[in-house]
Nanobody, 124 residues
Framework: VQPVESGGGEVRPGDSLTLSCVASGPTFKSYGFGWFRQAPGAEREFVAGIDWSGVYKYYGNSVKGRVTISRDNAKNTVTLQMDSLKPEDTAVYYC??????????????????WGQGTQVTVSS
């Protein structure tokens, strides 16, 4: 399964943005997925995660209440809806497929397939 992100861009503070991740392969629904982000000079940070069914969702503390993760297994798509964006949300956002069965979604070590990333810039 190979994730491919889209939907990044430049927006103003307070705007909303929706990122999409399409992952090819018939086993898409077997994987949990996560979104991470990395700002210049910073470590990669967990943003959100979702289990294979879409029932269980997890969020990083810095974005909790402002982002929503969802998935459509029929369309092999994972979506990250981001609202009330702030300049500190500026980063490259990555989608990843989780290869280890665990209730932990925040550790990037549990993910085995990563997309190339999509840039999100929040600036006035």
């Amino acid at each position: 399964v190979q994730p491919v992100e889209s939907g990044g861009g430049e927006v103003r503070p307070g705007d909303s943005l929706t990122l999409s991740c399409v992952a090819s392969g018939p086993t898409f629904k077997s994987y949990g997925f996560g979104w991470f982000r990395q700002a210049p000079g910073a470590e990669r940070e967990f943003v959100a995660g979702i289990d294979w069914s879409g029932v269980y969702k997890y969020y990083g503390n810095s974005v909790k209440g402002r982002v929503t993760i969802s998935r459509d297994n029929a369309k092999n798509t994972v979506t990250l809806q981001m609202d009330s964006l702030k300049p500190e949300d500026t980063a490259v956002y990555y989608c990843a497929a989780k290869i280890y069965a665990s209730e932990i979604y925040s550790s990037q070590d549990l993910y085995g397939y990563w997309g190339q990333g999509t840039q999100v810039t929040v600036s006035s």
